[in-house]
């Protein structure tokens, strides 16, 4: 059974550093392109970074030069690395699997995803 499992959510002050980790099972996480979203309160779900088979990498323009999308081949992880964070990253993030290729920021496109983790930035 294909499954996602985030975590390293919480809280965190602006300035400072958050890892989310995701623990793929069920298939092999780097034969697809990876994701991460968020959705932030009352806002749309927005497309974070993504994580192509080759290990190439994509960012949202609010994002770029602050995190960080890597895999774990070995362990099946895909991870996240937030630094600098602000309040506008508070949102809930969500880990997402079996993507297309090429890697895309299209939810629809996504065959599996997790059950979010909550980041909250406070100012």
């Known amino acids: 059974q294909v499954q996602l499992v985030e975590s390293g959510g919480g809280s965190v002050q602006a300035g400072g550093s958050l890892r989310l980790s995701c623990t793929a099972s069920?298939?092999?996480?780097?034969?697809?392109?990876m994701a991460w979203f968020r959705r932030a309160p009352g806002k749309r779900r927005e497309g974070v970074a993504t994580i192509n088979t080759d290990g190439e990498t994509t960012y949202a323009d609010s994002v770029k030069g602050r995190f960080t999308i890597s895999q774990d081949n070995a362990e099946n992880i895909l991870y996240l690395q937030m630094n600098s964070v602000k309040p506008e990253d508070t949102a809930t993030y969500y880990c997402a699997g079996l993507g297309p290729s090429p890697c895309t920021f299209i939810a629809a496109q996504f065959g599996r995803w997790g059950q979010g983790t909550q980041v909250t930035v406070s100012s």
């Open positions: 069920g298939y092999t996480s780097s034969s697809y392109c």
